[in-house]
């Protein structure tokens, strides 16, 4: 009775448009928007209306233009004269993209190991990674690409006395002007063994499921690495054999007074990745100290408890509860790679700032167009490496009960 006399008596609220949290927020977001794109409007035709004033052409028509310089190293085929500008930019763009690659797999490698050897009991062994980890990430990277550059490739014996990495096979070879490496070069046929090499890997996955299914069952557990890596070696080893082994090799040949054949790498390629891979795995180990130093120490002790050794403690227990602290950081470091590779101009690698921000604009200015795409370009990428990381770092986290 109470309840229906409140209700007589209490006013009708009336619905108020703005005083919705999802509309205000909408609002909001629009009006950023908006300020945000007006500005940018605003830039660009007050730049192009100055840019014409003085005489100066704009857009995007250049990148049909062909460009006349060669280049040295590259992943697709150009041909000074008639390659355009674009396929420079599409160069530039590729070459970066391959040593970040590089780079950043192996300072992660690096930098993992490192990281949890800065944790070992042995006191040598940890004193030596902290000696490592303080010493690379102190010094400048431009510093260190120039250190590798010149005071350590570039002192490698002359071709005569080219060092052969491959202990006699001739298919590895090491000398100032870069590294010769025996090339692949497959038959008709070797997408068969390409292909079971792909079946394998699924076979071995399904085996794994089934296997940690079964564990999970039955507390029972199974074998998973070794049945896994011997379909993946052994099954595609029969395919290649029963087509013939179709695969030859373009072994470097010294001609004259230098290699043909094989696959080259320029010494100012392996300067930039030795030199980014040591300066930032120095920076993923302290990532990855402080990730495993985050985890409750009772953790470890409870795996060591019930029988685990230290190798399967780190791997099974501690490094999964670490890597949500890891991650962050890691996603930091990954960027950082790749815009850190813009450094390479130093060296004279052809990375996209060099072969476009540098020859190109020298060349046909447009510099505004040449600067904002390069600025896009290295923003793509960067975008692309957090979506990817953060996905998986939304995997990773644990789920508190």
Not at 115 to 131: D, I, M
Not at 162 to 167: A, K, Y
Request: no cysteine; net charge neutral.
């Amino acid at each position: 009775m109470s309840d229906e006399i409140e209700q007589r008596v209490r006013p009708k609220e009336k619905f108020n448009f703005f005083q919705d949290q999802r509309v205000r927020s909408a609002l909001y977001q629009i009006l950023t928007a908006g300020t945000v794109g007006w500005l940018i409007y605003y830039l660009v035709s007050n730049t192009t209306k100055n840019l014409q004033s003085r005489g100066m052409s704009t857009g995007f028509d250049f990148m049909d233009v062909s460009a006349g310089f060669d280049i040295e190293f590259k992943l697709m085929e150009y041909t000074p004269g008639v390659g355009t500008y674009y396929d420079v930019f599409i160069i530039g763009a590729l070459n970066t993209l391959l040593i970040s690659f590089f780079a950043i797999i192996l300072s992660t490698i690096l930098g993992f190991f490192i990281g949890v050897l800065r944790l070992s009991n042995n006191w040598l062994v940890a004193k030596v990674s902290l000696t490592f980890v303080e010493i690379f990430r102190n010094i400048p990277l431009l510093i260190q690409i120039v250190f590798w550059y010149i005071g350590v490739f570039s002192l490698l014996p002359v071709v005569k006395k080219t060092i052969d990495i491959s202990l006699g096979a001739e298919r590895i070879l090491l000398n100032n002007r870069g590294l010769y490496i025996a090339w692949p070069v497959p038959g008709e046929t070797f997408w068969m063994t390409i292909a079971a090499f792909f079946i394998a890997i699924t076979g071995a996955l399904i085996y794994r499921r089934f296997a940690h299914k079964k564990q999970d069952q039955s507390g029972e557990q199974t074998n998973i690495l070794l049945p896994s890596l011997a379909v993946i070696i052994i099954l595609p080893l029969i395919v290649y054999f029963m087509t013939g082994m179709p695969l030859e090799w373009d072994v470097p040949v010294l001609e004259g007074f230098n290699f043909v054949g094989g696959a080259t790498v320029a010494p100012a390629f392996l300067a930039l990745l030795v030199s980014l891979s040591i300066y930032h795995s120095a920076q993923i180990a302290e990532a990855v100290r402080a990730g495993i130093l985050s985890v409750n120490v009772g953790q470890g002790d409870a795996a060591k408890a019930i029988g685990l050794k230290s190798g399967k403690v780190m791997s099974l227990v501690i490094i999964p509860q670490a890597m949500p602290s890891i991650v962050p950081p890691l996603i930091s470091n990954w960027m950082n790679i790749v815009k850190n590779s813009s450094l390479a101009i130093a060296i004279g690698y052809p990375d996209i700032v060099s072969l476009f921000m540098q020859t190109s604009l020298n060349q046909v200015g447009h510099a505004v167009e040449i600067v904002g795409l390069t600025m896009a370009f290295y923003m793509l990428v960067s975008l692309i490496i957090s979506v990817l990381l953060n996905v998986y770092n939304k995997r990773v986290q644990l789920v508190e009960r």
